[in-house]
Every structure is written in C-alpha cells, then in structure tokens.
C-alpha cells in the first residue's frame, strides 16, 4: 500500500475539487492511504470526510497557487504524515514543500485550458519552466489534450505529460416527485425548457456571453428558464449587468448538489474563454442525456462533438450561442438525436472507474493515463 496526499488550494468546489472528490470516492482503498491537504474553511472538508478519507486543513493555501505560509505549513505536514505520493492541483506551494520534505514522486494536474504569453513559449520561458518542472514534479497530467498543448507549448517535456480524461460516477434517476420538486425548488414553470450554467462566476467563464442569448432568445419570445449556479468575485458585477439586461436570467447561488439542477435541465451551458479544460458539468449532462451547447474553446470540443451530442460556437459570440439553444429547444427529433447521443459518448470515454484507475496508474509509475 501507498500514502498518497492530494493538496488543492480552492475554497469552493469547482471543476478540480469535483476531481478531487471523484477519485476519493472511487480509488481502491487496498492499494492506496489517501489524505487530503485543503484550505481552512474549504467546502470540500464536509464531502471528503463523509468518503472516509483523511481531511488536513492548512493555512496560507486558500486560492493561491503560492504563499511563503503555504509552503511552510504543507511542509509540516508532509513531514507529518510520511507520503511516497503528493498529488497537487493548482498548487505551487504544494510542489515545493513536497520535494523540501523528501517526496519521492510529485504529481501536478493542469485542471484548466489558457494562452500562454509570448514569454512563456519563448527559449528563455522554455528554460524556466522546463528548470521549474524538473525541480518541482516527477509527472503532470493534463485534463484534455489543450492542457498539455499549454504544457508543451511552454517547455514542458511530452513524455512528462499524461492525458487523463476527468470522468465521473452514474448519477442516481430522480423520480417524478423528485423532479417536481426541483421545478418548484428553480422555479420552474410546467412544461418549461430549462437552459443552465454552472460555473464559478468569473470573467473567464463567459456568463456575460450567456446573459447575452438569453436577452436575445427572451426578445424572440422564447418561453425558456436560464439558470446561472455558482458563486464568485463576479458576482455583482454580472447581477448589475444581467438587471440591465431586463433580469433575462435567475441566479441561484452555490448549489451543493448540482446534478439536481441538472436533472431538471434541458440544455447545459457553457461559454467558457479563458479557462477550461474538461468540464466536469457538462460530463454530469451528459451521464443524464443533456445535449449541450458550449463555447469552442479548451478542452470543450473534446467533449462535447459539433451536432452530435451538442453545439459548438465561437468565443463570445452571443447571437451564435442563442442560434443554437434555440435551435435544440425548437426541434424536438433533433434534441432526442443529441440526448441519445450524449449518454453513449459519456458510457464510451467518461466513467469514474475508468478516470480513478488511470490516476492510481500514475502514482505507481505508470507513463500513460
């Protein structure tokens, strides 16, 4: 058996987190002491110490990748708890307090799809990185295949790099009741089509572009519920601006059990620009048969495939977002086609049991998600 210690720095539960959570539910527990290293106050404490696994809460770590305290206080522990694995996400701090303490084997996962700057791809920004993976991890793994065209892109060795696709467990069937009771819960009207984001609100996730098809589709007439979940530093902001938009669509807050929403869901949303890799709510969709109309930007198109379990449009394009929502929620073949389709491309590629295994695979040594 090994000691593996997963560290993440996010106070919330985002795409990350839910990996988190995925994999401590799902690892085989003969083979593996698991632990994990969160922010004091995180909410992923609650749901992780319910699963059974081992919570430390760490100062100086809340949503920053590196703090001189995070470094300080993840070394402690470390050197407390004897890891032959530390596994970070998001976490610089994390890495470097690990190869101080000794680990033998450091594992980062790029959670998120970004431009890298002129720098960072120039030979000088090469040498950086490839100076910092080297001292710092032992293996990355990249969440889509444009996380590790981001990795690569910077310096970072190939053979270094293992494609894990994120993958989740079958959600449990609601049943009638159950799901009138979400309608009334979302306010949602009989016989109305449900169109939702679930996201951190923050610029890069494209709410504003959201917002945007929603005033469209709301002028056209479109008796449509869209749906913002999530909580973030953009909050206000997009309250302010969605007011300005005629209030065209409902926030409803941090939600801790999301695929509820979902369940009541006709289309999942996702306007992403500047962060995303494989997004764990679209997979959650699609293990429900929801097609889904997404931004064509990161890992998205890994995910969702143009017409056949769902759309694609370009960044920030708010008339071409609102063309195809309308267009799924008016041709009811259509929507029946991708819904099929959905769930028999989430049986193929995105199981839980197939992403947990393939993470166990890399703490052993393995090369290859």
């Known amino acids: 058996?090994?000691?593996?210690?997963?560290?993440?720095?996010?106070?919330?539960i985002g795409g990350a987190g839910k990996c988190v959570l995925i994999f401590?539910?799902?690892?085989?527990?003969?083979?593996?002491d698991l632990s994990v290293a969160v922010p004091e106050g995180s909410k992923l404490k609650k749901p992780l110490s319910e699963l059974g696994v081992k919570v430390y809460e760490v100062s100086g770590i809340?949503?920053?990748?590196?703090?001189?305290?995070?470094?300080?206080?993840?070394?402690?522990?470390?050197?407390?708890?004897?890891?032959d694995v530390v596994h970070t996400h998001a976490s610089m701090s994390g890495r470097i307090a690990a190869r101080l303490a000794g680990v033998k084997r450091i594992v980062y996962t790029l959670h998120c799809v970004y431009e890298p700057s002129a720098f960072m791809k120039s030979p000088v920004g090469h040498i950086i990185n490839k100076t910092v993976f080297t001292l710092f991890a032992d293996r990355a793994i990249a969440v889509a295949k444009a996380a590790k065209d981001n990795l690569t892109a910077v310096g970072i060795n190939e053979k270094k790099i293992s494609v894990v696709l994120?993958?989740?467990?079958?959600?449990?069937?609601?049943?009638?009741?159950?799901?009138?009771?979400?309608?009334?819960?979302?306010?949602?009207?009989?016989?109305?089509?449900?169109?939702s984001i679930i996201a951190r609100l923050e610029p890069v996730k494209g709410h504003k572009c959201f917002i945007d098809a929603a005033e469209i589709l709301k002028k056209r007439g479109t008796d449509a519920?869209?749906?913002i979940a999530g909580t973030g530093s953009y909050e206000e902001e997009l309250k302010a601006y969605a007011a300005s938009k005629g209030n065209c669509v409902d926030f409803v807050g941090f939600i801790n059990d999301p695929l509820n929403l979902t369940?009541?869901?006709?289309?999942?949303?996702?306007?992403?620009?500047?962060?995303?890799?494989?997004?764990?709510?679209?997979?959650?969709?699609?293990?429900?048969?929801?097609?889904?109309?997404?931004?064509?930007?990161?890992?998205?198109p890994g995910v969702i495939k143009d017409g056949e379990n769902g759309f694609l449009f370009p960044v920030c394009d708010s008339e071409a977002m609102a063309e195809k929502i309308?267009?799924?929620?008016?041709?009811d073949i259509l929507y029946r086609k991708m819904s099929e389709k959905?769930?028999?491309?989430?049986?193929?590629?995105?199981?839980?049991?197939?992403?947990?295994?393939?993470?166990?695979?890399?703490?052993?040594?393995?090369?290859?998600g």
Not at 24 to 32: A, G
Not at 282 to 299: C, D, F, H, I
Not at 326 to 331: F, G, I, R, S
Not at 350 to 366: H, L
């Open 62 to 83: 809340a949503d920053k990748s590196f703090s001189i305290l995070g470094v300080k206080e993840l070394k402690k522990l470390i050197k407390k708890i004897k890891p």
């Open 166 to 195: 994120n993958g989740i467990d079958y959600p449990p069937k609601l049943s009638e009741d159950e799901i009138n009771m979400q309608k009334k819960r979302f306010n949602i009207n009989d016989g109305q089509k449900v169109v």
């Open 263 to 300: 369940a009541v869901t006709d289309i999942c949303a996702n306007a992403s620009y500047g962060t995303e890799a494989t997004s764990i709510s679209l997979l959650e969709g699609m293990s429900l048969g929801k097609p889904a109309v997404v931004s064509r930007y990161g890992g998205n």
């Open 225 to 227: 519920k869209f749906i």
């Open 24 to 32: 401590s539910e799902k690892y085989d527990k003969n083979k593996i």
């Open 326 to 331: 309308e267009k799924l929620l008016k041709d």
């Open 342 to 368: 959905a769930l028999e491309i989430f049986e193929k590629k995105f199981t839980a049991k197939k992403y947990a295994e393939n993470i166990e695979k890399i703490y052993y040594g393995g090369k290859e």
């Open 1 to 12: 058996m090994i000691k593996v210690l997963n560290i993440i720095s996010d106070k919330n």
